[in-house]
């Protein structure tokens, strides 16, 4: 099953919540250092886009720091649902988009960033990720993408296959499983991005990616669009 299709349709909505509701101690602070970052790294920018912000999980926080937040995702359930989880917020908007292939005029966000390895999770085209994240960002914006760290691989592991207990995900295929990725017996794959890969993708793009490993969790690639 193709990863894009996979979050739009099973792992959306209250299901993509319950995934966090379950997730163990180490993963729940792994989360919470990742947005930490993002709003240490948001200080002083007004407008800002999440690509694939779900219900609103990370929006919700990162809103409180910022004068207004854009989000947009391909799950129009997750979106509905994020009427209802920011409900108390008064600064923010969603679209029904997909990341890759955004409607935004360019060069409109002081900072854009798609977090907790959305670059893998997406299933699309990592280049053409890229390329629209650097389009939207104004010059001079920061563009931050995350993905996991090797050292969180067992609290990562864990995680999912608490999301197969569930019913979330599909059954583990523990024989496939390995070397950061992880394979579900249903199509599923989950793959990282590592650091030279990151540097790689945006030197495409002749930036240059500043790499900063978070808690021991959360590989975060930092980009100034420079003019």
């Not at 007004?46 to 995702?73: A, H, T």
């Not at 104004?138 to 609290?155: E, M, V």
């Not at 496939?176 to 993708?201: H, M, N, P, W, Y």
Request: neutral net charge.
């Amino acid at each position: 099953m193709h990863k894009g299709t996979y979050y739009k349709d099973k792992l959306s909505a209250n299901r993509l919540i319950r995934c966090y509701e379950i997730a163990p101690p180490r993963i729940k602070q792994y989360l919470n250092a990742e947005i930490q970052f993002v709003i240490s790294n948001f200080h002083g920018t007004n407008l800002v886009l999440e690509l694939g912000c779900g219900y609103g999980r990370v929006m919700k926080e990162v809103s409180q720091f910022v004068p207004w937040i854009i989000g947009n995702d391909i799950s129009k359930g997750s979106l509905e649902l994020a009427g209802a989880y920011m409900e108390s917020c008064q600064n923010y908007a969603v679209f029904l988009m997909d990341a890759s292939q955004m409607s935004f005029r360019s060069c409109i966000f002081d900072a854009v960033f798609c977090i907790q390895n959305g670059i893998s999770a997406f299933g699309v085209n990592k280049k053409r990720l890229i390329a629209e994240s650097i389009r939207v960002t104004k010059d001079n914006g920061i563009i931050l993408f995350s993905s996991y760290s090797p050292k969180i691989w067992k609290a990562r592991l864990e995680w999912f296959r608490k999301q197969s207990q569930f019913g979330l995900i599909g059954e583990i295929d523990e024989e496939k499983t390995r070397d950061e990725t992880i394979v579900c017996k249903d199509g599923f794959r989950a793959t990282t991005v590592s650091s030279d890969q990151f540097v790689e993708l945006f030197d495409e793009f002749r930036l240059n990616a500043s790499i900063i490993e978070v808690d021991e969790s959360s590989i975060l690639c930092k980009v100034i669009k420079e003019k």
